[in-house]
């Protein structure tokens, strides 16, 4: 079936450092891509999503490319701040409609 | 405020005593969905309902139930809780149709602990 897999973490940097979270996928067909991110207390929201190999998604200076080749949707930020701080699940959506999460990775962005 | 609203978001129960958490939502979405969110699992899906009167198992529906009598409203029912139901919830909708983007917009959470 499909499934996600995203680098554990937590992961801490301080402000202005590079961000990258891995995210790789196993699935049939032509699945839809995305990053959502959780900030304390509340819901998952959508961050960006990609549709199709080689979309870029992009977002409140968040990116991240559907590479069908690697089967990856890595998520990167040139520069982080405090407010960046949050659970960031990455997530496929199947030809069924079925969706799956990773495990989601921890960031603490530090000033 | 388009919205998926949750209740209650915090309970402390103790095994074998049932409870109900709501889950209703403002946007006209057929599709609902309940998750729970474990740490080191991500998200699993309960159950999901693709419309009224219409629901289905997810991967991890053992010890739920749910329901949908109306497009709006999907209880999530633990008929006799355990404590390996302690857990985050998460009720989520989406947009139907051609609409659909694959898209899920989440309610706020709740955390439910079984002793």
């Known amino acids: 079936g499909n499934s996600v897999t995203q680098m554990e973490g937590p992961v801490t940097l301080s402000e202005e450092a590079f961000l990258t979270i891995n995210c790789t996928y196993t699935?049939?067909?032509?699945?839809?891509l995305f990053w959502y991110v959780q900030y304390p207390g509340e819901g998952l929201q959508l961050l960006l999503k990609?549709?199709?190999?080689?979309d870029k998604g992009s977002n409140k200076g968040f990116e991240a490319t559907y590479r069908k080749e690697t089967t990856s949707f890595h998520l990167e930020k040139g520069s982080v701040q405090v407010s960046d701080s949050a659970v960031y699940f990455c997530?496929?959506?199947?030809?069924?409609?079925?969706?799956?999460f990773g495990a989601g990775t921890r960031l603490t962005v530090k000033p | 405020e388009a919205q998926v609203t949750q209740n209650p978001r915090y309970l402390i129960t103790v095994t074998g005593k049932k409870l109900t958490v709501t889950c209703s939502q403002n946007?006209?979405?057929?599709?609902m969905s309940w998750y729970r969110q474990d740490p080191g699992l991500g998200l699993r899906q309960i159950y999901y309902?693709?419309?009224?009167?219409?629901?289905d198992k997810g991967d991890v529906p053992e010890g739920y139930k749910v329901s949908r009598k109306e497009k709006r409203n999907f209880p999530l029912i633990l008929e006799s809780p355990s404590p390996n139901q302690t857990s985050l919830y998460f009720c989520?909708?989406?947009?139907?149709?051609?609409?659909?983007?694959?898209?899920?917009?989440f309610g706020e959470g709740s955390r439910l602990t079984v002793l």
């Open positions: 989520a909708s989406r947009k139907p149709g051609l609409a659909n983007t694959g898209e899920l917009f």
């Open positions: 699935a049939t067909g032509y699945p839809s």
């Open positions: 990609a549709t199709k190999a080689d």
């Open positions: 997530a496929l959506k199947g030809g069924n409609n079925d969706m799956r």
């Open positions: 946007m006209n979405h057929e599709y």
């Open positions: 309902s693709m419309n009224v009167e219409v629901t």
